[in-house]
């Protein structure tokens, strides 16, 4: 995983999602309701920075009796977890995480796809079997643009 700073772009191979955040991120520091929004991006990019790039892949990946191997069980996580799905016909907006802008490339599009919705959104970026690749460009003030093209 990759934060961006000074915006709250995280890109993730997929997407995170509240069970996981709460589950593998927080792990027992939520005794009542779970975390649904981030409030602080410093503070949420030191913590998944520990829990995507320090943790072992194995002690989670399959961890939970729930792990889906196609990815739709949002406990899957930012490795695996397609949180817009064929299966469903959908996008599994509820359990997104929020408060941040995630950049997913796990799921294929045929086309740059963004998804906003209440202080979530998801970008899934994956056009590449389409000839094309998504650019980010992101301005001193924070602000992202971003842009379709196709590849030569």
Not at 55 to 71: C, E, L, Q, V
């Amino acid at each position: 995983g990759y934060t961006e700073p000074g915006t709250k772009l995280f890109f993730t191979h997929a997407t995170i999602s509240i069970p996981w955040y709460n589950l593998y991120v927080l792990k027992n520091e939520v005794k009542e309701a779970p975390i649904t929004t981030i409030d602080n991006s410093d503070e949420a990019r030191t913590r998944l920075a520990i829990a995507l790039n320090v943790t072992p892949i194995g002690s989670y990946k399959y961890a939970n009796a729930s792990w889906d191997f196609y990815g739709y069980d949002p406990i899957n996580g930012p490795l695996w977890w397609r949180c817009k799905n064929a299966y469903n016909a959908g996008l599994q907006h509820k359990d997104i995480l929020k408060g941040i802008f995630q950049v997913n490339g796990h799921t294929q599009t045929g086309n740059l796809e963004i998804w906003n919705g209440m202080d979530a959104s998801v970008a899934f970026v994956d056009i590449l079997g389409q000839n094309k690749y998504t650019e980010i460009l992101v301005e001193d003030d924070g602000s992202v643009e971003f842009e379709e093209k196709q590849i030569c």
